[in-house]
T-cell receptor, first 111, second 112 residues
Framework: EPEVTQTPSHQVTQMGQEVILRCVPI?????FYWYRQILGQKVEFLVS????????KSEIFDDQFSVERPDGSNFTLKIRSTKLEDSAMYFC?????????FGDGTRLSIL | GDSVTQMEGPVTLSEEAFLTINCTYT??????LFWYVQYPGEGLQLLLK?????DKGSNKGFEATYRKETTSFHLEKGSVQVSDSAVYFC???????????FGAGTRLTVKP
């Protein structure tokens, strides 16, 4: 069965540095998402992306965040200047029809 | 806005016990409802779904029925196994909307 793949599985970054999290959605899917899960807390929606533009974003997704689909297969989440509170598990998801299919996540640790 | 509220747990059961994890939702329109499971150290896996009232989703012995009259989507399993130990998330996708709203998650531990 096709899968959403995310790399790296664990990213450790110094506070203030830029980080890019990468995702390869399922190939025939058209809708792409990023979610975040702070340790022990609920999964929170960050952003959705369709037709090469952001379709919705939450209040968490501020100017420090950006998304891009640079080459028709990858879907990236960039955090420009990381903060300690950005430490979390970040999940990518994609869908054709419902439901969304999730990757295994990237654990981001900010030092 | 649309949201889900689920029993937070943690829930600890003995093997072969009956499981219920409550989930209720608030929504305008007709959302789709889901249960996702997260095993230790892994991502979110779809467990089951229901897209309209009175639909029953089922998978791996788990069931949940979309009940519009009580705005609920409770997860049940008749006989849990140690391998069912995980965190279970109730989720909603609003009608005519794009994102997924998750409950807080319920950690289930099943003891032999």
């Amino acid at each position: 069965e096709p899968e959403v793949t995310q790399t790296p599985s664990h990213q450790v970054t110094q506070m203030g540095q830029e980080v890019i999290l990468r995702c390869v959605p399922i190939s025939n899917h058209l809708y792409f998402y990023w979610y975040r899960q702070i340790l022990g807390q609920k999964v929170e929606f960050l952003v959705s992306f369709y037709n090469n533009e952001i379709s919705e974003k939450s209040e968490i997704f501020d100017d420090q965040f950006s998304v891009e689909r640079p080459d028709g297969s990858n879907f990236t989440l960039k955090i420009r200047s990381t903060k300690l509170e950005d430490s979390a598990m970040y999940f990518c998801a994609s869908r054709g029809d419902q439901p969304q299919h999730f990757g295994d996540g990237t654990r981001l640790s900010i030092l | 806005g649309d949201s889900v509220t689920q029993m937070e747990g943690p829930v600890t059961l003995s093997e072969e016990a009956f499981l219920t994890i409550n989930c209720t939702y608030t929504a305008t329109g007709y959302p789709s409802l889901f249960w996702y499971v997260q095993y230790p150290g892994e991502g979110l896996q779809l467990l089951l779904k229901a897209t309209k009232a009175d639909d029953k989703g089922s998978n791996k012995g788990f069931e949940a029925t979309y009940r519009k009259e009580t705005t609920s989507f409770h997860l049940e399993k008749g006989s849990v196994q140690v391998s069912d130990s995980a965190v279970y998330f109730c989720a909603l996708s609003p009608y005519n909307n794009n994102d997924m709203r998750f409950g807080a998650g319920t950690r289930l531990t099943v003891k032999p």
